[in-house]
């Protein structure tokens, strides 16, 4: 993949302690233009609290984050402009209808409310929605809601995109048009940082792999660099074998005896 | 989304917004989305709908109980003690229940970090969320406060003039700015000091603790005609300067008695000075560094404790006292959740307190001014008072309304999934858990402290409420809605039927107290009344879980 030019995100020696217990131990990290991020870890390596320093949700970090050029610990938020976010956590306010929703995230970021509903309407219509856009939220079913979270984190053509399950509830048709949006943002220039526990779309779909473990980078490369680091073929199993994890017969054996035990 | 009058308000003040470093535009938005979502909040979802349109006018109805609660200070006004007396007393009660509103409802505003996570990877910063958090709270507090103090305005001003309505208009603004800037710092003193689990655990003993107190003087107050013939002169003295009621009650004096003493006008000076100290301290302190800390709420890093052996006391009585495994099951469940929720903690914990404090405050009564300690216990003794018990009662049976509710409700979905046939374990063995757990402990320390103030002549008495009180309690579980425990969500205001309820069990617990005071008067009257009612609460609870699923709301 072409590296030209500024690193637009760039993290250098990054720590981040929550009480007594050490996060983040030290990451180091270059992103540059158009870039797909497969950004993959086990559960408590640290993956979202490194975007959520990247987002600002979190403070308190050591070491230097910089978005654009920009130090983001002198405290301001322009550079959020030019960000998108789709969390995994789905967090939306439930009691406004889509309509109200999209308006507002446009205006907070700048749109104007005109042109924020128009193209908020025709997004929601290309991804077949368009009949609730008047309807309140909370009555969206799981790939409704995520459609939403999609185009809420888009409406504002952002340059940097982080993506945390972005794909989750979403139906076979629609994972293959989001994966397609994806790769023509890259093409265009954006960067995305795509996490995800579902290792074959990472595989697929990233131009870029880092995995992160127990707070430090453990692999960052291409998946056909990775797979002359280890000795393994799919991802998953590279993960596995990074992680150091390879009981995993061994323990749903257990689990299934445990399951199966007799009464007592 | 709709324009707001307040917004237009703050258009005006936009400029100002800006300077101190507030992006007003964004501040506007965030302010205007709040405004929208709190006018639709959304009614608790479950399938009898005739709680349905009422979340409108929850507001509204919450403004007319405060109105209601602001007339005692209202009455104060017109008593015949010095002003600056009255206006303390009157300010103390404002004072005191804006202090437990901001504490009780707006904490959960205040501390809210999912808003975060929604709001802050856009371009907000911190600064301008907090402004919109406590202008959005100071926007509710107001109209709060004019309702709490609405009585108390109209009565003085009809009483004192014109003088009297401005200067109290603005002293309202003052208080209720006051109230929330106070109450923001000491979160964040809170919050600087502790965290996580630790802190949402002090925080909710924080807002039990308070709601107590203020329940507790709020009833004093109710006494301040037994009081008003000690307090009649009022000597000036150091402490006073420390209380906010005395701040505020001196510009009436100052203004309407034209009385320029330095220690009038050095409180009335403390009046103006000190909100707007609080705010500079507010802008100083909290807005740095409140949101950051918020963050602490989110982490918990605590390991759990194993308090071995009330958990082994614990199960030895639910073996006890249910007949079947499953009761037994949902006797634990009951004892863990209602044990380690917060929010019900909450709701229910103050409740207690007040139930074992009101038979105390009903012997106030018992006082005539004149007679000492020794007298006075006589008088009580000898007296009815330990009939006070019957509040406690009151008290004690409309906590089991609670039993419905929870923060995690929408768990509920387990009990559809579980092979019950009968949901009649899981009612049986949550109200004994809730009465083992809560009220028979209550009752037992209230009426022990009532014995040892009153004698033991009482004993059959407490032992006769005792047995009222389950019918009480059996009463308002029967004619509640049959509704899973922990199934639901809190009402952000008190609703409808629920305080229906509680007016019948009010005429309930006269009657039963009205029966009771008379056989008392006859020779078995008392034995004979225990019997009755011991019988009855056998019968009422034996009907009381004849259930079926299809009665039962889930």
Redo the contacts between chains.
Sequence with gaps: MNQTGEAVIKISDLKMRFGDNEVLKGIDLDIYKGQIIGYIGPNGAGKSTTVKLMLGILQGFEGEIRIFGEDIKNGSVEYKRRIGYVPESAEVYDSLTAKEYLTFVGELYGIDNAVADAKAAKLMSLFGIEDVYHSRISTYSKGMRQKLLIISSLLHDPDILFFDEPMSGLDANSVMIFKEIMSSLAAQGKTIFYSSHIMDVVEKISSRIILISEGRIVADGTFDQLKEMSTEGSLEEIFNQLTGFNRHKEIADEFISVISEVQP | ?KEFGLLKLLDKFSRVFQRSGVDYR?LR?IL??KL??DS???PTAFANNNKGNQDKNNFKRSLFLYTFMGLFSGIIIVTPLPIFIKLNLTTGIIIFLLMSTMISDFSTVLLDI?E??????????GKTLNTAKVIHIIYYLFYITLALAGPSLIIGSLMYGVAFFVTFLLELILICGFVVFFTSILYTFILAIF??EKLKDIINYFQIVLSVAILIFYQLIGRVFNLSELVVVNTPAWWHYLMPTAWFAAPFSLILEQDTSAYIIGLSIAALAIPIVSLILYIKLVVPHFE?NL?KLN?S?GKGQTDSFRKRLHSKTANLLCSSKQERLFYQFTQNIAGNERKLKLKLYPSLAFAAVMPFIFMLGAFNNGQTIAQTIQNISDGPYHFGLYFTVIMLGSTVQLLSTSENYRGAWIYRTLPLDSPVPIFKGALKSFIMKFIIPLYLFTSIMVILIAGSRVIPDIILIFANMMIVLLFIFKTSKRELPFYKDFQFTQDGSQAGRVFLSFFVTGALAGIHFLLSMLSFGLVANIAASTIISVLLWRSSFKLTWDKVSY
């Design positions: 989304m964004t938005l205007q989305l929208t979502i639709r909040r959304v999912k975060k996570n929604i709001l802050l990877p856009k371009p907000v910063d965290d996580g950051n963050q982490n890093a």
